[in-house]
């Protein structure tokens, strides 16, 4: 077992990789009662091409990862939520575009809550009846978030940016791909990428790193798992430009939706410079559009925007993108007033005192985040999956400059590559 210490954040974790390939890592927090536990595999909606090893390339239904997620609660012995309740535990698990992650909280029975983490999600049932009377249940799910204004709007903007690259392509997928989707696809797509070698388990909490590193040996022990290769993913060359400029959609909303978004063209950035680039474009766009900047208090006064008016940014090796807006009177003159103060801030460069006043709230927010197992368990697992290390972020936080700021915003906002997705009223 490795020791990583963290004296900039008063910080140490545990890690040790299994002989299977299982990397854990253990955060003990002295003090705390409440225990939390991811465990993940780096497999989410946008892998739905891939080889292991020196294997063809298999194409799978888009929505697979997600339902393979479903899927996996499914035990022959019964419901596995009500196994860990009976625990005292609360289990969840969620799919995103690059990930999928099982996890508890619990303050009680944490032994037993990791034994049956570890074995529900290493222990696939999947028959021909329980696939088929899924379908039905996700077809249900994605009928419902078509009538959900603020998922429409946010995935109506991805479609709208991206051509080919499957980031556009709804997590849950569609109606169609998801008809497509039998067990032995699951199985296939199961033991790709639930490989223990592909997967990782976090715990923080009130532990023992020693007794806890034992408990997953021998747990680990119990299973056989056959060596596998290297995962390749493949995508399609993704044109440059955006693949419409603009996308509507007409729902019964009291008020419209726009949000207005930056797509980047690069070649696959190295773990630090994605990790710096990616703090640098967050911390620039919190000082030119947060709560506290001109630009939101001048549009918050003209009652273009609410509390519900945001901004993020999304990066991987394969994507890059930014999101501007929330709920607005007036969508295209939101547009317009943002596209003019942007313009004012790229020529003029941001406020100096703004810029550091809001890198010294990231910083603050960022050990404030250390003091949430929750927090921590899901964003160390997100870097960690990136190459990155969460605890590592204070220092390049701290060495990140006004000028390094200035030439990111004016790399980012290029009115060539954004698009415009609007939810607008029905009438």
Same mark, same amino acid.
């Given at each position: 077992?490795?020791t990583?210490?963290y004296?900039g954040?008063?910080e ?6 299994m002989? +299977?390939?299982?990397?854990?890592v ?38 697979i ?15 596995i ?11 969840n ?13 619990a ?12 074995d529900?999600?290493? +222990? ?18 994605? +009928? ?7 998922w429409?709007?946010y ?11 499957p980031i556009?392509?709804?997590i ?5 791909s ?5 067990k ?22 009130g532990v023992?790193?020693l ?11 119990r ?5 596998q290769?290297?995962?390749?993913r493949?995508?399609d ?30 070649e ?5 410079v ?33 509390d519900s008016?945001?901004?993020?940014? +999304?990066?991987?090796e394969d ?5 501007i ?30 810029f ?17 197992p929750?927090?921590?368990?899901g964003?160390y ?11 590592k ?31 607008a009223?029905?009438?």
């Open positions: 077992m490795e990583l210490a004296p954040v008063q140490t974790l545990y890690r040790e990789v002989p +299977n390939g299982l990397e854990v253990v955060l003990p927090k002295e003090g705390f009662s409440k225990t939390y536990a991811t465990f993940a595999t780096r497999y989410g909606s946008i892998d739905n091409r891939f080889a292991v090893g020196n294997g063809a390339p298999i194409t799978v239904p888009d929505g990862a997600h339902f393979l997620e479903h899927k996996m609660f499914e035990e022959p012995t019964g419901d939520f009500a196994t860990f309740a009976s625990q005292g535990a609360s289990a698990a969620f799919t995103s575009f690059d990930r999928t992650v099982y996890l508890f909280s303050t009680e029975q944490i032994d037993a809550n990791l034994e049956t983490l570890l529900f999600v290493q +222990n696939p049932y999947f028959t021909d009846e329980n696939v088929e009377k899924e379908k039905g249940i996700i077809e249900q799910e994605i +009928n419902m978030y078509r009538d959900n204004a603020d429409r709007v995935f109506g903007l991805i479609d709208a940016l991206y051509h080919v690259h556009h392509i709804d849950a997928g569609t109606a169609e998801i008809r497509q989707i039998d032995e696809t699951l199985y296939s797509c199961y033991e790709t990428f639930y490989h223990p070698s592909n997967m990782f388990l976090f715990i923080v909490g023992k790193p007794h806890v590193m034992e408990l997953i040996r021998n747990n680990q022990a299973k056989s798992f056959e060596p290769g290297p995962i390749s493949f995508f060359p993704e044109p440059a430009s955006v693949k419409l400029p603009r996308k509507t959609a007409v729902l019964p909303v009291s008020l419209p939706k726009c949000l207005i978004g930056f797509k980047e063209n690069r696959p950035l190295q773990p630090d994605l990790l710096r680039t990616e703090l640098l474009t967050k911390l620039m766009l919190d000082s030119l559009l947060g709560s506290s900047s001109p630009i939101y208090h001048e549009l918050y006064d003209d009652n273009l925007i609410s008016f945001g901004h993020e940014f +999304n990066s991987s994507y890059a993108f930014s999101v807006g929330g709920e607005t009177r007036d969508p295209d003159l939101l547009a317009a007033r943002l596209r003019e103060a942007i313009d004012k801030a790229c020529a003029s460069g941001l406020n100096a005192q703004s550091e006043r809001t890198k010294k709230k990231k910083i603050g927010g960022y050990l404030r985040m250390l003091n949430s929750e927090a921590i368990a964003e697992t997100r870097y960690r999956f990136r190459g990155a290390d969460l605890f972020l204070l220092p390049i936080y701290e060495s990140l400059t006004l000028a390094e700021a200035n030439k990111r915003m004016r790399e980012h906002f290029d009115w060539g590559r954004m698009s415009v997705s609007i939810v009223k029905e009438g």
